[in-house]
């Protein structure tokens, strides 16, 4: 018996060894995005940073993240911070990146910290729930500039030093609508499926504004080149579920007859439902094609880099942050991932590089009131809660278009929270 | 018909690596150990095949689908075993408070599943944060070759990997074993009254060793099921979730019975995907992904209350044995 058990132990002690040893000199992995044969290059590149400002070597920045590198939204903003370090020159000292602090009473702790003990000048926090501690910290140190991303309340909060940002996100989403209702055309032109069965299947975390303008303005673009797509949207109640996304899409997919997946949550559920059932998938945050070599097709994302850089330069120079700043295709703050070469419909890139000079120049309107209804009516007037108090008191439609994500006038955060015609809510009823 | 079929098929699907857990946590409480590091031992057991899948299909020219399934499977059962065999050493060898231990295994078992995890995703350098196996996936998702064509009742029974019959014939081996098998009578007697079993003869520790890590490697599968199978190969920290302590509970639900408990895991299954079959208003969501648990606080009350001998947990449950305590 003894032997046996001796002989079994060395067995498992040498695959150990084996297996540790031999990750260290992996570099040719299929899901290195360098190796890949079937995504062609990024359409919309995160740009190389430059810059003519000379960073102090006294200069620090602090980021305080909700989780860490291994969480998909704090890992976009931890990487664009690190490019910006690099590309500025700056020392591993002069960044400093708290991770896993909660929206909680720690996250104030973690700010004063950073601005008292390690003399940070300028703050920033990536979570939604982080802001009211940042606005805390940063009412007591008036000299430190506190900075939050998502955040919905630093134009009504009349504090100098905290400023919010976000991105117009929803172009990017708009363009990789355009790769999906491309797709649709593509099956519905193979007899696959016939018009009316163009029904796209969208997981949402939650019925907040900022899921419901991203998913509107994917179908926007979607509709844009197939005028007969219809989206049906499964909420899953959390940003990052794994199993509950991953099934929410299988339900799009076998009960609701969808026959292309996008989604707006953290996790790899949806792309891997998708893989599974081999469903084409929009994919979100960066490229999941090594998921999905069969089914991925494009994918957008925010790039944080130009902000860091904004707000870094500014302290450094001396110059006022802006109160509330709002980042777009422009100005490099939405990326688009490359197109699968292997899913994507004839054309797809072509038409794709148009959309993204269209908003280069301000033609494309994503949110056009001629081009949706809802009711069956199209809309002139849209009050929006633009001060966070979930009641709309603030007009943005104007010029024939709602005006999502406008800094300077409204505010960055999204406002878009209209269930427009031809969008389903399958599980969710806001309470009615 | 295919509604439910469909429904049906994802409840499997959800409920395996909770029979998994099940199993191997009913094996271990059948000696009078107390697992709560069953959800570390899973996430190890699925970051060990992972990490054995990651080099082979790195290194490999091509994937073969014998090794595919072999160097993953060895490695989730030696990654879960050597979890066992710790928490083994701590509560039988050394006598440490069971509770206590299964606690810390846990969140060692998840802090250890993310560290690997986190660095191999730090070696591919990956955009997003995940790794993809799916070479190594498509070996667990064969299916037998005629599921396709059986229509919806058929996919409902045939559909899946290998590793789904696996469970329920495990689950089936280890009721036949605790029941029908004079080791499995050793082994309740050991969890039932351990100072009897020794007087009888029976080697208490041997017995709780070989059960705990048994148990351990057979809840170790149901981690590398989830991946593999379930998530296609997809690999992401905290993806695996807290579906360790539903298998817990379903031991309780079950009462302790290897065949009820594969029920229990399906039912378990179902209510996890319920969600998506039924029309509730969002905010109404935990309550429906709640009912699990309060199914199992139902079982416990009745249980309780009936006091019927052949339901209660193995007597000497959670208590360390020690010969010459008086």
């Not at chain 1, 290195?32 to 995160?46: A, C, F, I, K, V």
């Not at chain 1, 989780?67 to 490019?83: G, M, Q, V």
């Not at chain 2, 990654?79 to 299964?102: E, K, W």
């Amino acid at each position: 018996m003894k032997k046996i058990l001796a002989l079994f132990l060395a067995v498992v002690m040498m695959l150990t060894l084996v297996a540790c040893g031999a990750q260290k000199d992996d570099n040719n992995d299929a899901s290195n995005p360098e190796t890949q044969t079937g995504e062609s290059d990024e359409l919309l590149p995160r740009a190389e940073i430059k810059s003519e400002v000379e960073i102090p070597a006294d200069f620090k920045i602090g980021m305080i993240c909700l989780h860490d590198e291994n969480s998909t939204y704090d890992n976009n903003f931890i990487r664009a911070l690190k490019s910006v370090q690099q590309g500025l020159g700056m020392s591993d000292d002069q960044v400093i990146i708290v991770t896993g602090i909660g929206e909680d009473a720690t996250c104030y702790d973690t700010a004063v910290d950073l601005a008292k003990n390690k003399g940070c000048k300028v703050i920033f926090a990536d979570s939604f729930g982080h802001e009211s501690f940042m606005k805390q910290a940063a009412k007591e140190f008036p000299d430190v500039q506190f900075c939050h991303a998502t955040g919905t309340s630093s134009k009504i909060a009349g504090i100098e030093n905290f400023h919010n940002a976000f991105a117009s996100i929803y172009e990017g989403r708009y363009i990789a609508g355009i790769a999906a209702g491309m797709k649709l055309n593509e099956m519905i032109k193979e007899g696959k499926i016939t018009a009316d069965e163009a029904i796209i299947g969208y997981v949402g975390a939650f019925t907040y504004a900022e899921v419901i303008s991203g998913m509107t303005s994917f179908y926007l673009g979607a509709r844009s080149v197939c005028e007969s797509a219809t989206m049906k949207v499964r909420y899953t109640g959390s940003w990052y579920d794994q199993a509950k996304e991953q099934e929410a899409a299988t339900a799009l997919i076998e009960n609701d007859k969808c026959v292309l997946i996008s989604q707006h949550a953290d996790s790899l559920g949806a792309p891997t439902a998708c893989e599974l059932k081999n469903v084409p998938n929009v994919s979100y945050n960066g490229s999941t094609f090594s998921a999905g070599e069969n089914t991925f097709i494009i994918s957008s994302a925010i790039n944080w880099a130009p902000y860091f850089q904004y707000i870094i330069e500014s302290v450094v120079k001396g110059e006022k942050i802006d109160t509330d700043w709002c980042g777009d295709i422009a100005t490099n703050s939405v990326v688009l991932s490359g197109v699968n070469r292997n899913v994507m419909a004839e054309g797809t890139i072509e038409k794709l590089n148009e959309a993204i000079d269209g908003f280069k120049k301000g033609e494309i309107k994503v949110f056009d009131t001629s081009k949706f209804t809802v009711d069956g009516k199209n809309l002139t007037e849209y009050l929006a809660d633009v001060d966070g108090d979930f009641t709309g008191e603030t007009n943005v439609i104007h010029d024939g278009y709602f005006d999502e994500s406008n800094a300077e006038k409204f505010r960055s955060a999204p406002y878009f929270d209209i269930i427009i015609d031809g969008v389903t809510n399958l599980n969710t009823n806001f309470g009615e | 018909m295919e509604l439910i079929c469909g429904f049906i098929q994802r409840a499997i699907l959800q409920g395996t690596p909770l029979l998994y857990g099940a199993t191997g946590e009913i094996l271990t409480e059948k000696s009078g150990n107390l697992n709560l590091g069953i959800p570390g031992i899973m996430y190890i057991g699925a970051i060990s095949g992972v990490v054995g899948g990651f080099v082979y299909q790195t290194n490999a020219a091509t994937v073969v689908t014998l090794w595919a399934i072999l160097i993953p499977l060895i490695c989730c059962l030696a990654g879960s075993l050597l979890t066992s065999l710790i928490y083994c050493f701590l509560t039988i060898t050394l006598r440490a408070n069971q509770n206590v231990t299964g606690l810390a295994i846990t969140t060692f078992g998840v802090g250890v599943g993310n560290f690997f995890g986190g660095s191999l995703i730090k070696i591919i350098k990956s955009d997003v944060p995940y790794l993809s196996l799916t070479k190594i996936a498509k070996a667990y998702k064969i299916t037998l070759p005629f599921a396709e064509d059986m229509g919806p009742i058929g996919k409902a029974i045939f559909s899946y990997g290998f590793m789904v019959y696996l469970a329920i014939i495990i689950a089936v081996a280890v009721s036949v074993f605790l029941k029908r098998t004079r080791a499995g009578l050793h082994l309740r007697s050991v969890g039932e009254n351990p100072a009897t079993a020794d007087a009888a003869g029976i080697n208490v520790t041997r017995h709780k060793y070989f059960a705990t890590s048994i148990g351990g490697m057979i809840a170790g599968l149901g981690g590398l099921f989830y991946i593999m199978d379930y998530s296609n190969g997809i690999w992401s920290n905290n993806g695996f979730g807290d579906r360790g302590w539903l298998a817990i509970a379903i031991v309780i639900f079950a009462t302790w019975k290897p065949l009820v408990a594969i029920v229990g895991s399906y039912l378990f299954g179902a209510l996890y995907i319920l969600f998506n079959y039924i029309n509730v208003p969002i905010q109404f969501l935990p309550l429906i992904q709640m009912l699990p648990y309060i199914v199992t606080i139902v079982v416990l009350v009745a249980v309780s209350m009936r006091k019927k001998r052949e339901n209660q947990p193995p007597a000497s449950l959670g208590l360390s044995y020690f010969r010459e305590e008086r």
